[in-house]
């Protein structure tokens, strides 16, 4: 289909260890969005990039996160050194433009930390 | 500071029956965009709308409507004639105009179940 995928679905991992999490945003969207979403702690703004440039980072959890994205479509969201209080489901969406015209949702990437 | 209040944890109704999910919100901003997504058992979120700060006019979009009154800093949803389907937990959020980053904020949800 043409929406916005995210791999791994699930991905397990032991604490200490980096992960990264993709997205692929619907094509010709220049606006991409990651989300947290954790039990407990409810959703969670992390970053947005408007075609390959992130201007605020300051929603980001820790120095621990990292993300970029490419040739204005695949991003990467990266944690390295995970901890057991990262485990969530990441949630990636894309716009046409940026300023939230109807985002598109993939189906998040279940992280759980041991 | 921004938040984003949704009083409602939990709220069970019959099939036909109209409801409305109820978001208040604080901010220091004067312009700003609040927005309500839907997040059904499949867990997919579904964006279902935006709406300036400067717009106050009331949006309807089928069976779904929006009344948003800035004296008040509210923007409730109503679901008329409710359906099986519209079970889902529902977030409202907020942000600055012109501003995506951290100021980004999530109400707590309110789980909303249709009972046939």
């Known amino acids: 289909g043409a929406g916005v995928s995210q791999s791994p679905s699930n991905k397990v991992t032991e604490k200490g260890k980096d992960v990264e999490l993709r997205c692929d945003p619907i094509?010709?969207?220049?606006?991409l969005y990651w989300y947290r979403q954790s039990l407990g702690q409810g959703l969670e703004f992390l970053i947005y990039?408007?075609?390959?440039?992130?201007?605020?980072k300051s929603g980001l959890p820790s120095d621990r996160f990292s993300a970029e994205r490419t040739g204005g479509s695949v991003s990467t969201l990266t944690i390295q050194r995970t901890q057991q209080e990262d485990s969530a489901v990441y949630l990636c969406?894309?716009?046409?433009?940026?300023?939230?015209?109807?985002?598109?949702f993939g189906p998040g990437t279940r992280l759980t930390v041991l | 500071a921004q938040k984003v209040t949704q009083a409602q944890t939990e709220i069970s109704v019959v099939e036909k029956e109209d409801v409305t999910l109820d978001c208040v919100y604080e901010?220091?901003?004067?312009?700003?965009?609040l927005f309500w997504y839907k997040q059904p058992p499949s867990g997919e979120l579904v964006f279902l709308i935006r709406?300036?700060?400067?717009?106050?006019q009331n949006e309807i979009s089928g069976r779904y409507s929006w009344n948003f009154q800035k004296s008040t800093s509210s923007f409730n949803f109503t679901i008329t004639a409710s359906q099986v389907v519209d079970s889902a937990v529902y977030f409202c959020?907020?942000?600055?105009?012109?501003?995506?980053?951290?100021?980004?904020?999530f109400g707590p949800g309110t789980r909303l179940s249709v009972l046939p």
């Open positions: 969406a894309s716009s046409l433009v940026l300023e939230y015209n109807e985002q598109f």
């Open positions: 094509s010709g969207h220049t606006a």
């Open positions: 990039f408007q075609g390959n440039s992130a201007p605020d």
């Open positions: 901010t220091r901003d004067t312009t700003y965009y």
């Open positions: 709406r300036n700060s400067f717009d106050e």
């Open positions: 959020a907020l942000s600055p105009f012109g501003n995506y980053g951290q100021n980004f904020v």
